[in-house]
T-cell receptor
Framework: EDQVTQSPEALRLQEGESSSLNCSYTVSGLRGLFWYRQDPGKGPEFLFT???AGEEKEKERLKATLTKKESFLHITAPKPEDSATYLCAVQMKTSYDKVIFGPGTSLSVIP | EPEVTQTPSHQVTQMGQEVILRCVPISNHLYFYWYRQILGQKVEFLVS????????KSEIFDDQFSVERPDGSNFTLKIRSTKLEDSAMYFC?????????????FGPGTRLTVL
């Protein structure tokens, strides 16, 4: 069964304390992996798309990496405004458009 | 910056009633999607739509659901006879291309409450 898991479920960081979020996937052929940020009561906001193992993407304090089984979202020197739920989603080669989301990691950055 | 918009932001309805959720995708996008997120749960894919027909649908998207692009700008999700378990946030998304080759941009969502 195609599955996406994320860890940890919740993470509290002090401002400036770097860390990583994990997304593990078990799918029958990966077409693409997506990272989104979701603020409470809002829609997911696109961050990155990764297509192949070894690929890396960066945006401000965020860096996403991809291996054959998992992806990491590295947060360097986070600020309170980085507090949100970070969602990982995958699309399989066996699907036209369907995307499977993980449960998310709720990040809180304390000043 | 172009964005996906959705109306209404909150819809309250009685069980058994029909509801229509509306979305205006980004103007030059060709692929449209509906997702739902039950409170505290994962975002779930419902359906994708391209060239005026359903491209793919999940097992959640049963006969009580339908989608339509009634004009050149709107994309709607209709739930014919709402159930309590339909209470959720419903997100519309659009992309310029499909098949995972392009980013899906999400709207702010409609919170549907079924009483």
């Amino acid at each position: 069964e195609d599955q996406v898991t994320q860890s940890p479920e919740a993470l509290r960081l002090q401002e400036g304390e770097s860390s990583s979020l994990n997304c593990s996937y078990t799918v029958s052929g990966l077409r693409g992996l997506f990272w989104y940020r979701q603020d409470p009561g809002k829609g997911p906001e696109f961050l990155f798309t990764l297509y192949s193992a070894g690929e890396e993407k960066e945006k401000e304090r965020l860096k996403a990496t991809l291996t054959k089984k998992e992806s990491f979202l590295h947060i360097t020197a986070p600020k309170p405004e980085d507090s949100a739920t970070y969602l990982c989603a995958v699309q399989m080669k066996t699907s036209y458009d369907k995307v499977i989301f993980g449960p998310g990691t709720s990040l809180s950055v304390i000043p | 910056e172009p964005e996906v918009t959705q109306t209404p932001s909150h819809q309250v309805t009685q069980m058994g009633q029909e509801v229509i959720l509306r979305c205006v995708p980004i103007s030059n996008h060709l692929y449209f999607y509906w997702y739902r997120q039950i409170l505290g749960q994962k975002v779930e894919f419902l359906v994708s739509f391209y060239n005026n027909e359903i491209s793919e649908k999940s097992e959640i998207f049963d006969d009580q659901f339908s989608v339509e692009r009634p004009d050149g700008s709107n994309f709607t999700l209709k739930i014919r006879s709402t159930k309590l378990e339909d209470s959720a946030m419903y997100f519309c998304a659009s992309s310029a291309a499909g098949r995972g080759t392009d980013t899906q941009y999400f709207g702010p969502g409609t919170r549907l409450t079924v009483l």
